[in-house]
C-alpha cells in the first residue's frame, strides 16, 4: 500500500519531566494512528537529559515505524543514533551537519517563509525543508508568518519534501494538506489537546485526509 501524500511528524513537548510517563502516552499516541516522524525537541537541557530521552523514546517510535529526529544537534543524532536531524538557520551548516550525520541519516532544515532558503537548502542536499509559522504558536518564538501559497508552489516545482510547522492543530491542518504540505509538523497541537494526544493524532490524520480528497 502507498503512504498518504501527507503525513504527521510529531514534535516532543518541550519539557519531558516523566520520561516513564511520557513513553507511555507516546506508545499510545503512535498506535492511535498514522506517523511519520518524531522530533526530540528539547532546549537548554544538558545532554545526558537528552540522551536519557531518546532511550525511551527511539525504541518506542522505531518499533512502529516512526523516524527519531534529533532537533538542532547534528553530533547528538550521530551518537545517539537517531535517524536524522533538524537544523535551522543558526544552528550551522547544512554541509557540516550532513558531514557529521553522514549520507544515510536525514537532514531538514528550517526556511521559515523563504523559498530562496528552501531552494538553496534542497541544491545543498537537504531531504526536506520546512516552511512556518502558519499560525501563531506558544512552543516557539516563530520569527516569520508563512502564507500556505508557498507549500503550493513549492510542490508544483521542486522534488523534496515540504513540512509545515506552527500552530497546526485538527481545526486548522486540513487547508495545509490541501496546499502541499508533505508532513504536518505538530507539538502542542497534539500534547495539549483537551481529549489527549491520541484523539489529537486521529482528528489531524482526518483532517489531512480532508486535504488530500480536495488536493485531488
Known amino acids: ?46 545532554d545526558d537529559i537528552i540522551a536519557a530521552a531518546v532511550d525511551v523514546i527511539a525504541p518506542i517510535a522505531q518499533a512502529r515505524g516512526v523516524a527519531v529526529i534529533m532537533n538542532d544537534r547534528p553530533d547528538l543524532a550521530a551518537r545517539f543514533d537517531c535517524d536524522g536531524v533538524h537544523i535551522g538557520q543558526s544552528d550551522g551548516t547544512l554541509a557540516e551537519a550532513r558531514r557529521i550525520v553522514g549520507k544515510e541519516r536525514m537532514v531538514g532544515v528550517t526556511c521559515h517563509d523563504s523559498r530562496h532558503l528552501a531552494m538553496e537548502a534542497a541544491e545543498g542536499g537537504a531531504d526536506y525543508v520546512a516552511f512556518g509559522a502558519f499560525f501563531p504558536t506558544t512552543t516557539k518564538d516563530a520569527p516569520t508568518r508563512a502564507e500556505p501559497e508557498i507549500l503550493s508552489i513549492w510542490q508544483e516545482t521542486m522534488e523534496i519534501p515540504c513540512v509545515a510547522i506552527g500552530g497546526i492543530t485538527a481545526d486548522n491542518a486540513q487547508g495545509l494538506a490541501a496546499a502541499g504540505a508533505d508532513f504536518l509538523a505538530v507539538s502542542a497541537g497534539v500534547w495539549n489537546h483537551p481529549q489527549g494526544p491520541e484523539t489529537a493524532v486521529k482528528a489531524l490524520n482526518a483532517a489531512i485526509a480532508q486535504g488530500l480528497a480536495a488536493r485531488g
Open 1 to 46: 500500500m502507498s503512504e498518504p501524500l501527507c503525513r504527521l511528524y510529531l514534535i516532543t513537548p518541550p519539557r519531558l519531566d516523566d520520561l516513564a510517563g511520557f513513553g507511555r502516552t507516546l506508545a499510545h499516541t503512535l498506535d492511535a494512528g498514522d506517523v511519520a516522524a518524531l522530533q526530540i525537541r528539547l532546549k537548554d537541557v544538558p
